[in-house]
Antibody
Framework: EVQLVESGGGLVQPGGSLRLSCAASGFTFSSYWMSWVRQAPGKGLEWVANIKQDGSEKYYVDSVKGRFTISRDNAKNSLYLQMNSLRAEDTAVYYC???????????????WGQGTLVTVSS | DIQMTQSPSSLSASVGDRVTITCRASQSITTYLNWYQQKPGKAPKLLIYAASSLQSGVSSRFSGSGSGTDFTLTIASLQPEDFATYYCQQSYRSPGTFGPGTKVDVK
């Protein structure tokens, strides 16, 4: 059974940092593109970043470029999102999602974690 | 970025109704359009990918159609478990933008 389990969310002050983790199981993690998608409270979905199987390609939504870094450790079947210089508008549930084998998410995200809440507030 | 719109933003329906939701892209995305269902407090669930392909394990009462800029999600006969919010997403060009969602609730 495919499972994605996020952790690392919490309350952080504006300007602070947080590192999210996503533990994957039930599939060959190293074969898939992976993404982070977020959802602000009561709002819609926003794709944040994705990473190629070997980590050689990474892409970000403009609003987080230069502040967030996506990474992965295939030996540990884990995906990460390092978030720096956090802003109030980054407050959201952050989901880890599985993309495609060949491309980022051409066929959509077929598996999602349960999400972890990040709250940026003083 | 490619902008996605959905209509209606919400609708009320009864069990057994046929429901249609529309999604429009700001430019042609060929058939790189995905549909998700999300229930409160839960992660989204992929229903349809590539505009009309049914994701494995998803009920055949869900169907998708369209190409270019205009797409539809149809629920043939609404079931109690289908009351949820539905999002479209384009995967033609990064960032893979989502529509604002359509909430389907009980009439």
């Amino acid at each position: 059974e495919v499972q994605l389990v996020e952790s690392g969310g919490g309350l952080v002050q504006p300007g602070g940092s947080l590192r999210l983790s996503c533990a994957a199981s039930g599939f060959t993690f190293s074969s898939y593109w992976m993404s982070w998608v977020r959802q602000a409270p009561g709002k819609g979905l926003e794709w944040v970043a994705n990473i190629k199987q070997d980590g050689s390609e990474k892409y970000y939504v403009d609003s987080v470029k230069g502040r967030f870094t996506i990474s992965r450790d295939n030996a540990k079947n884990s995906l990460y999102l390092q978030m720096n210089s956090l802003r109030a508008e980054d407050t959201a549930v952050y989901y880890c999602a599985r993309g495609d084998i060949l491309t980022g998410y051409l066929r959509g995200f077929d598996y999602w974690g349960q999400g972890t809440l990040v709250t940026v507030s003083s | 970025d490619i902008q996605m719109t959905q209509s209606p933003s919400s609708l009320s329906a009864s069990v057994g109704d046929r429901v249609t939701i529309t999604c429009r892209a700001s430019q042609s995305i060929t058939t790189y359009l995905n549909w998700y269902q999300q229930k409160p407090g839960k992660a989204p669930k992929l229903l349809i990918y590539a505009a009309s392909s049914l994701q494995s394990g998803v009920s055949s009462r869900f169907s998708g159609s369209g190409s270019g800029t205009d797409f539809t999600l149809t629920i043939a006969s609404l079931q109690p478990e289908d009351f949820a919010t539905y999002y479209c997403q384009q995967s033609y060009r990064s960032p893979g933008t989502f529509g604002p969602g359509t909430k389907v609730d009980v009439k």
